[in-house]
């Protein structure tokens, strides 16, 4: 029986605010006094130990990320690019459609167990609560806290043990990056791509929707 609900969170919930990033990553390079090329490039470089939290909190990650362009930031430096970030994030999270906290709205009403799988770092958490989305999950599971991030199993495991359930009583949502719909799929999930945000799995053949208000219609009550 399919009762529990699993949701991916940026280009699935969220914009993934791809255009945003990088503005704000090139006025944190000057700030920390590195070159916004090389720091773009720390950034990629580092995706799996940031969403896993290998370096600490945001202050500890970004010394390390401008260390690695070779920058010296002061403490004062650190504080500006570390609120600069933390704004960014506030502003992503809270960029969820009327239209998706209805649907959530619904399907929690309908029975649906809900948890929230996603890979973020830090300063995405801590902004969590703040939001409207917070309200509708009843367990999340962020690769910053759980220390696995997805496609890795660890990850899907974590937010289904908080919620009591097996990885075949859940249907997963999500965009498809990160290689997250094979991964819940081998676990034995339901899978369904969403591409209201972002194309991100085109070879995907499973169910798809192209908006998240779709999946009420779709599921219907537990069961």
């Known amino acids: 029986m399919r009762r529990a609900l699993m949701v991916d969170l ?11 990033r990088a503005a704000v990553h090139s006025e944190m390079a000057e700030v920390l006094g590195v070159e916004p090329e090389d720091f773009a490039a720390a950034f990629d470089a580092t995706v799996y130990e940031r969403f896993t939290g290998a370096y600490g909190d945001l202050s500890s990650t970004l010394r390390e990320l401008a260390r690695r362009c070779g920058g010296r930031p002061s403490d004062d430096q650190l504080r500006r690019a570390t609120d600069m970030r933390r704004t960014l994030a506030q502003e992503l999270v809270g960029a969820a459609p009327a239209s998706t906290l209805d649907a959530l709205a619904t399907l929690r009403s309908a029975g649906w167990r809900t948890g929230l799988v996603s890979n973020i770092t830090s300063e995405t958490q801590t902004q969590w609560s703040q939001s409207a989305l917070s309200q509708h999950f009843e367990v999340t ?3 910053a806290e759980v220390g696995s991030a997805k496609p890795e199993p660890a990850i899907y495991l974590a937010a289904c043990e908080g919620l009591g359930v097996e990885p075949t009583e859940c249907v997963y949502v999500g965009d498809g990056n990160d290689n997250e719909l094979a991964a819940a799929t081998a676990l034995g999930m339901h899978v369904i791509r969403t591409t209201e945000h972002a194309d991100s799995d085109p070879g995907w053949a499973g169910p798809t929707i192209a908006s998240f208000a779709a999946l009420p219609a779709l599921l219907g009550a537990p069961g």
Do not use: D, Q
Not at 10 to 20: D, K, N, Q, V
């Open 10 to 20: 940026f280009s699935t919930l969220i914009p993934g605010g791809h255009r945003e």
């Open 141 to 143: 599971a962020f690769s």
